[in-house]
C-alpha cells in the first residue's frame, strides 16, 4: 500500500508520488502550437501535409494540419481525436482538437487548440512541370525511313495513358514534351525511371531495339554528378499481319509479344514461335499494306478458287480450318505461285 503525497490517501499505485485523481488534477494531456502554417499548391490545389503533397478539401486539411502537430504530454496515449474547426477567413481557421487519451490505465479527455494560417506555394511537382522538367528522353524510331501515323498515334496514347495511371501512384511522374523529331516521336520524362520502363514497354509491344546513353548535365545539391538519360527504341521494320521471311521460308507474323513472337507458315499454316533474339532476323517480304485481295469464286475448306489478280486465271489456294472466307482473300505470290494469306 501507498499513499498519495498531495491528498494522503492509500492507494495501490501512484503516479509520480500522485494518486490518480491528483495527478490527472489540472494537468494537460495535449498540447499545440499558437498556429500551424499549411501550404496549399496553387497551381494543383493540393495540401502539404504529413511530408506529402495530397488532394484534400480546405477545411479537412486544416484540421489535419493541427492533429499532425498534436502533442502528447504526461505519458498520455491517444486513442481518438475529434476535431472542430471556425473558419475565420478564407486562409484561417482555428481548430479544436479534442482527444481521447489512457493515462496510465484512466481514461481522460483533454482539449488543444491552435490557429491554421493556409498559404499559397507551388508544389515541386508543378513547378517542375512549369518549368518542362525532365530527367530522360525517349525516342522512338524506325528501321524503316519514318515510324508510320498508326504507330505513332499508338505509342503516344500508350505512354500518356501509362503515365497518368503511373502518376496517381508516384505524383513525380509526369510527361514534359511530346514531340514528333525525324519520322519518329520523343517523349521528355519527369524520372529516369519512367523512361527506362516506357522505353521497355514499348520495345517489348513492337519487338524493338533498346539503347540507352547518359549525359552528365551538372551536380545535385549534395554534389553528385547529375545524368539525363536518353532511350532510344528502334522499332523494326515488320508488324503483325506482314508476311516475313525466317530462315528463308515464307510466314505471317501472327504475334509479337514480350519474349518473342509467332509465325504462321503459308505453305502448311503450321505455328512456329520465335524468341526475341530471333525477332532481328525476320525480313518483311509483304506488308500487310501490300497484299492484294483476290475474289472468291468457290469452294471452301480445305481449298477455295480465286481469281488471281495479277492474271484473272482462277487459282486453287489451300485454306486452314475454320478459316473465315468471304468474299475476298488476301494473299501473296512467293516464286510465281498464289497463297491464302490468313
Ligand atoms: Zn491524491
Ligand atoms: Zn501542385
Redesign the pocket.
Known sequence: MRF?V??G?DVEKTMGG??T??YLDGRKFTALPHHVDLDVCAVCGEYYLDRKWVPSGKRKAAEDAAVEQLGVLNGGRVKFVETFSEEQDPRIYVVKVISELTVQDVEVESEASTIVRIKNTVCKRCSRVQGSYYESILQVRSEERAVDEDTVVNIVNMVMSYVDQQSKVNRQYFVSKVEKMHGGVDFYLSSISLGRTIAKMVSDKYSGENKESAKLVGRTDDGQDMYRITYLVRLPEFKVGDVVIFNGKHYKLARVFSTGGRLLSLKDFKEVTLRRSDMPTLKVYRKRSELKDATVVSGGYPEVQVMDPLNFSTVELMVPEGAMIGETVKVTDIDGVLYYVP
Open positions: 498519495c498531495k491528498c490517501k500522485l494518486c485523481d491528483c
